[in-house]
């Protein structure tokens, strides 16, 4: 018979893996080291500060042209604090005008909550989409408007007639 291992089986057939050198085993360590030291040093520089950094948001001014009133019953409009809103009562387009990006205020003057709605109408359509319906407003309380897309706005209260046109505002595109 030929050489016998340990357990009676052939010599060779269960070998104990070697165990690694001290000097095999720093340079590991000393690699895994610099991996660990490199990743977090990458994830530090990503979170420092950029001194050219940008507003995620537009500047936007929130200046309104044009100020709406809402009274009990009536409802009326007056230049707000920024330029660009012109009355053109007697034009059968409109009450007022506005370029297109304008900020219209809606300021409840009445004694009593009331609802207001606005629709747009594209220019040259006659067909009314649904803008904005501002829910029940109390006294005193204001709503901001951004009038972004040219074109009719109607401004009236929820339980007017649909083709009641209490106020209208026509938003002008770029010139």
């Given at each position: 018979?030929?050489?016998?291992?340990?357990?009676?089986?052939?010599?060779g057939a269960c070998q104990t893996p070697t165990m690694p050198r001290p000097r095999e085993q720093r340079r590991r360590l000393a690699a895994?080291?610099?991996?660990?030291?490199?990743?977090?040093?990458?994830?530090?520089?990503a979170c420092g500060s950029d001194d050219d950094a940008q507003p995620t948001v537009a500047s936007v001014s929130f200046e309104p042209r044009l100020v709406v009133l809402v009274g009990d019953d009536q409802i009326t409009a007056e230049a707000g604090t920024r330029e660009g809103a012109t009355i053109v009562h007697g034009d059968e387009s409109g009450d007022w005008r506005v370029p297109d990006g304008s900020v219209v205020e809606l300021r409840v003057d009445a004694d009593e909550p009331v609802r207001v709605v606005a629709d747009r109408v594209p220019p040259g359509g006659t067909e009314a989409s649904p803008l904005v319906d501002t829910g029940t407003l109390d006294p005193g309380d204001a709503v901001t408007l951004a009038l972004t897309e040219p074109g009719r706005v109607v401004i009236r209260f929820l339980d007017d007639d649909p083709d009641e046109e209490r106020l209208v505002v026509?938003?002008?595109?770029?010139?």
């Open positions: 018979m030929g050489a016998e291992g340990s357990r009676g089986g052939p010599q895994a080291f610099v991996a660990v030291v490199a990743a977090s040093g990458l994830g530090l520089a026509v938003v002008s595109g770029p010139t």
